[in-house]
């Protein structure tokens, strides 16, 4: 044999990672067939009418999951509303103007706020902010604290500190090269900042709030816990906020209730939470596809881990 | 300068440092309102001995222990396939840029997806098809595989920072990949595998939906003998239903204390991982 | 160190010249300080950065519509120095100053002096041109818009003299509106000037300005230089002693001080005083070693 003739050596890292890689995309891919597999019947049965029907009443077959996608939707959006702007302003705070001990301080101070269990949340949510809330809202005559409103607020404050973090990498990630050239030319500190660094940090921060969404969006247990659980809460005018007040549903707080287990019984009304379950996980793919791309445009097309290994 | 600039020169820091003071105040007040509720019921006794009367009296040991036993088998289910996709997309697509994204993109995706379609998928899959009953394995696999990414990440940070020059060394002395693996690779990176062990056994401990349908029970269970119809109580669950019903004073103080454990336990595992996320960009080891 | 006063004796002494003449014909003219009050006066400044010392104890004077050199080896504080004369010193973490800064008489480190408006009198160029992502006119008018008000005539006029003042309205006149990170790295440079040109700056400073760039760019800046001194005044650091020796009138040498390590003012001289000085040939010499005289 030649002296450096290449022989047949088993690879069994390479083999086995591998085998380990397929298995697990293997699995999700199964995971992800079976949840469609399942949910055919109640396409088959309503059609596009499980998406725009307003009414759920599963005893009589009528799945209707408007009323749900509508509360999801008032408790994204009244989550971003608020923890957006709070979280940019922290970032700006401790991007822009803090050194680099205090920021430290005040970055993991408010991470602290990642830690906690979703449940805990929803536990302060029952004991504090329902009252809170029902309390704020007597001049408009609340049934109770638990409402989309609740919710939306509890969320806020769960999803501050993922878009903090985040807006506070976009800024970071702005060149001091271009702050230093506007401080040169006599503009203030504040001014760099809203515009050089914030214009150019946008896609980062975009992209932030997208992932603060996709989470606000699968969120079930805190919310389950003060959203009231009230099902066809579809207001007739879209502008009227009553809804907002008032107790409603989300499709995570269906999917985390009773009647998942009611509908193990009976296939159609499984098929239908199933559905709901693609709903939502549709939902969230969107938001997070779309974080993905920002991101990517952020970087430029740079491979982060082939930068990091020179 | 005009008074308009000088106006905005004060007010932009101002009402930021407003933000960063609610979303400290949003802090401060929720660990206070632990604290000071739920130190009171905190004693040695409190943590080994089992639930009675629904939560009222005494304590959380078996909620204490299934959780243990549910994010130790999520750790156990979790690992080889980090390891396995870690050096994946370390060394192997090192030269393939385009399968390295959609790697990067598929852990981002299962990262996002919501616990609740764990919780449904878990029903779906050992319920239905396997009918395992209440098991708590089927808890500790759905929780494994949702915390695959954050254990991924990781071990990939840190395999991506170990330096070329390790490399170049081990392949001009004509060590095989594999051999460069075992003997480079990996020495250097069980800190990553270590830190993303312990951020996600952090986030498996406080992780309600996955377990909601397949696993937990919130009183009847003590430790699981077998897996099918094998369920556990879990301390997230235990706080999940006893916040949802009416219940007395005493229950709710023991409420709060179970809270307080549970965030303890996840503040332990969050904080063991800080030394190590802090020093991610020091020089590594020899090997 | 050589007071100002017997500087300007050496100059009518008739000192020893060296090589071609320096910056303009005023080369041979006595120093302006002993008439006017100078337009900036460093007194006695040090600035310590964390631990470790940077300057110590600068005193200079630069005088009106001239160009005045910083040369000196690597490390020896010049950039710092510069920085502390627009105040941005107070952007690096840990710098602590002391001394005075006196700009037409006003103590720039007072509190009550306010640092932006000091910048836009007080303008800077930096080694690496930093253009912002977005039109040239746009790079241009930047940091003017901020300040006053501009009808879109009165931009454009600016625009156009801007660049016209940075010799670059001939190279860009037509493509205004496009992005400006596509010029050349020596074209960036003079849209960096004429950013700085529209803010109407008494003072320049320039650091390295021309240290990235290629020879054909650095000569445009060089005889820029020239042009722009006759209507105001250039504090320029340079690593090129050919360069100081062509467009600076005054030169500041600083050295780091054996003891400290902190850079200190061996000399400030007028330009051709200062090339043919003792001080020049000691420093020179270890210079040379540094880079070539071009």
């Given amino acids: 044999m030649a002296p450096c003739a290449k022989s047949f050596r088993p690879q069994w890292i390479l083999w086995s990672c591998t085998f380990g890689v397929a298995v697990t995309l293997a699995t999700l891919l199964a995971a992800l067939l079976m949840l469609v597999w399942q949910s055919l019947p109640v396409f088959a049965h309503s059609g596009v009418g499980l998406l725009t029907g307003t009414d759920w009443y599963y005893p009589e077959q009528i799945f209707g999951a408007l009323a749900m996608i509508y509360g999801t939707a008032v408790v994204s959006l009244v989550a971003l509303v608020l923890a957006v702007p709070l979280a940019l302003g922290a970032a700006v705070l401790s991007a822009e103007y803090l050194p680099p001990g205090p ?36 001049p408009f005559d609340p049934i109770s604290g638990d409402s989309l409103l609740t919710a939306g607020l509890l969320l806020a404050v769960m999803i501050l500190p993922t878009i903090t973090t985040l807006c506070d990498d976009a800024l970071r990630s702005v060149p001091a090269a271009q702050r230093a050239a506007a401080r040169g030319l006599g503009l203030t500190r504040a001014e760099a900042v809203l515009h050089i660094a914030l214009p150019q940090a946008a896609p980062g921060i975009l992209a932030a709030a997208l992932l603060g969404l996709g989470r606000a969006l699968g969120e079930t247990v805190a919310v389950f816990l003060v959203v009231g659980r009230q099902d066809g809460q579809l207001p007739g005018n879209p502008f009227s906020l009553t809804a907002w007040i008032s107790p409603g549903q989300t499709l995570t707080s269906k999917l985390g209730g009773p009647e998942t287990h009611i509908a193990f019984g009976d296939p159609l009304h499984w098929s239908a939470m199933i559905g709901l379950a693609l709903l939502l996980l549709l939902f969230v793919g969107v938001c997070l596809a779309a974080a993905w791309g920002l991101e990517r445009m952020m970087r430029r097309n740079t491979d982060p881990v082939a930068e990091a290994t020179p | 300068m005009t008074a308009s600039r000088r106006l905005i020169r004060f007010l932009l820091p101002s009402i930021a440092a407003l933000c960063a003071m609610f979303a400290l105040t949003a802090v401060i007040f929720i660990l206070g309102v632990l604290l000071v509720r739920g ?19 005494g304590g959380i040991l078996y909620q204490i222990l299934g959780t243990l036993i549910l994010i130790a088998t999520a750790l156990a289910v979790a690992a080889p396939p980090a390891l396995a996709i870690g050096l994946t997309r370390v060394v192997f697509l090192r030269s393939r840029p385009r399968a390295a994204r959609v790697v990067d993109a598929l852990l981002h995706a299962l990262n996002g997806i919501p616990s609740i379609v764990f919780g449904i998928l878990g029903l779906l899959i050992f319920l239905k098809f396997f009918d395992w009953g209440k098991s708590w394995l089927a808890g500790g696999i759905l929780l494994g595989v949702m915390i695959l990414p954050t254990l991924t990440v990781s071990l990939v940070e840190r395999l991506a920072a170990v330096p070329r020059k390790y490399i170049e060394a081990a392949v001009g002395l004509g060590l095989t990949r594999e051999q460069i693996i075992t003997a480079v690779w ?32 919130f009183s009847g269970a003590t430790l699981p003998t077998g897996i099918r119809d094998n369920p556990v109580l879990a301390l997230p669950y235990h706080v999940f239903v006893l916040a949802q019903d009416s219940f007395n004073d005493d229950a709710r103080a023991n409420l709060w204390g179970a809270a307080l454990v549970l965030v303890l336990l996840v503040a332990c595992f969050n904080l063991a991982a800080l030394p190590l996320r802090l020093n991610l960009h020091e020089e590594s080891r020899h090997v | 160190m050589s007071e100002k006063n017997t500087i300007a004796h050496r ?11 320096c910056g303009s014909s005023s080369a041979t003219s006595v120093s302006p300080c002993e008439k006017n009050s100078p337009l900036l006066r460093v007194r006695n400044l040090s600035v310590s950065i964390g631990k470790a010392g940077i300057l110590d104890n600068i005193s200079l004077e630069v005088p009106h519509r001239t160009v005045f050199g910083l040369v000196g080896p690597s490390g020896a504080g010049k950039s710092t120095l510069l920085r502390c004369l627009n105040r941005m010193i107070e952007m690096t973490p840990g710098a602590r100053v002391t001394g005075s800064i006196h700009f037409h008489g006003q103590d720039i480190f007072a509190p009550t002096f306010d640092s932006d408006v000091l910048r836009t009198r007080i303008g800077m160029i930096f080694q690496q041109p930093v253009v912002f992502p977005t039109s040239i006119e746009r790079n241009v008018l930047f940091g003017i818009r901020r300040l006053r008000r501009l009808s879109r005539s009165e931009g454009t006029d600016l625009v156009e003299k801007s660049l016209h003042e940075a010799a670059l309205w001939d190279e860009v006149k037509d493509r205004l509106h496009a992005s400006a990170q596509v010029l050349s790295i020596g074209q960036q440079q003079r849209l960096c000037l004429a950013r700085t040109l529209a803010t109407d700056p008494e003072i320049i400073l320039m650091d390295e300005p021309t240290s990235a760039l290629d020879a054909r760019s650095t000569e445009a800046i060089e005889s820029l230089i020239l042009r722009l001194k006759t209507e105001r005044t250039i504090v320029l650091v340079t690593h090129n002693l050919g360069q100081a020796r062509r467009v600076t009138d005054w030169v500041g040498c600083l050295c780091p001080s054996v003891s400290t390590g902190a850079g200190e003012m061996l000399e400030s001289a007028c330009c051709d005083a200062f090339f043919g000085s003792e001080t020049c040939r000691r420093v020179f010499r270890t210079l040379a070693d540094d880079e070539t005289l071009s």
């Fill in chain 1, 103 to 138: 920021r430290l301080a005040v970055k993991s101070g408010i991470e602290m706020l990642a830690g906690v269990p979703s449940v805990v949340y929803g536990l302060i949510g029952v004991l504090f902010l329902r009252e809170w809330v029902y309390k704020g809202l007597e």
């Fill in chain 2, 39 to 57: 130190l009171g019921s905190i004693d040695w006794a409190f943590l080994t001995s089992d639930t009675r009367s629904a939560g009222a009296e």
């Fill in chain 2, 186 to 217: 990996l020495p250097q990176s069980w800190s990553g595998l270590l830190t993303g062990s312990l951020l996600g056994l952090a986030r498996a401990a406080g992780e309600t939906a996955p377990i909601l349908f397949v696993t937990a029970v």
């Fill in chain 3, 11 to 21: 100059a009518t002494e008739g000192t020893e010249i060296n090589g071609p003449g």
